[in-house]
């Protein structure tokens, strides 16, 4: 993750094709920040798909792309959904090809595991590493309300999970022993504190 978000040069390039492509409309949202309550919460099942939750969808992977990141959750731009976005692909010139997901369940994790050096949107510059399933099989239903299923490796086993994570309230710095969640909060305090004073 770290690598992506620190070194991606696609992601400029990204918003511009998106828009160009289906995106057109998709507003950038402003991101929650850590320690915020809506990152915290039990995120509801999205009922039957409408237009709102897909312009709501295509909102957050242009969200996703401009910030850049490879993942991101509905609580993330405060609402409490379950949705999340996700592009992995590390091709810079490949066409932007975002997976949105309604409801994703992680049906069935590897034994075998996977530890990355983990950030998140809502944690700006705090990186750390997290272990977790190497792969998984995940179900969700897709922006024209199929049903969908399929497996994840890699660097997107570890992004699907995070970003499931987000639905639940939970964050990749609860995986972290307590003097390592503490010192990352506070530097966030400290951030928010300084972002509102401008
Ligand atoms: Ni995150």
Redesign the pocket.
Known sequence: MREHWQDCGKCASHVAQARALDYMGAMIKPIVIHPDPRLKKLCADVPDLNDDLRALARDMVDTMYDAP?I???AP?IGVLSRLIVMDCNKDEDAAPDPIIMFNPQILASSDDLNTYE??????PDQFAPVTRPAEVRVGWIDMNGNPQERDFDGLWATCVQ??V??LNGK??IDYLGPMKRQMITRKMQKYKREQARG
């Open positions: 990141g993942g991101l959750a993330q983990e950030g998140c949107l809502s944690i995070h970003e994570d987000h964050l990749f």
